[in-house]
């Protein structure tokens, strides 16, 4: 059963590697809707980085639910922008760009997760 779930995980981050490096060579979002949608994509990686450190026993079942909570708040900060475009577009692009530093934070205590032995 460990084999087995250790080889998901390996598929499943094999997987969003190869993602990862195929956006890699897209041109950056540039506009509000390219990077709210890039940011609601960022959201739900979140979630599956989340579930396969879970499953790879690299989080512990408080800090995979935390970090899907986050994602969760991530993603109300991004519709909240969203319909705040056409009534103050400077305050929705500051509401995104505050989700991405979210995002952005998350990940990364997401990629030092995935470095570690153990749940944390």
Do not use: V, W
């Not at 809707?33 to 599956?48: D, M, P, Q, V, W």
């Not at 470095?115 to 944390?120: A, L, N, Q, R």
């Amino acid at each position: 059963m460990r084999r087995q779930l250790n080889y998901t995980s390996f598929l499943l981050s094999l997987a969003l590697a190869i993602l990862i490096a195929s956006c890699a060579s897209l041109p950056a979002p540039k506009s509000f809707n390219e990077k709210a949608a890039a940011a609601y994509s960022g959201a739900t990686a979140i979630r599956s980085t989340t579930l396969s450190l879970l499953q790879a026993h690299k989080l512990s079942p408080d800090d995979a639910e935390n970090a899907n909570e986050q994602a969760d708040n991530i993603r109300a900060a991004i519709e909240i922008a969203r319909q705040l475009k056409g009534t103050n577009p400077t305050l929705a692009e500051d509401k995104l760009t505050l989700a991405i530093t979210g995002l952005t934070a998350l990940q990364g205590y997401l990629d030092k997760a995935k470095s570690k032995g153990g749940g944390t």
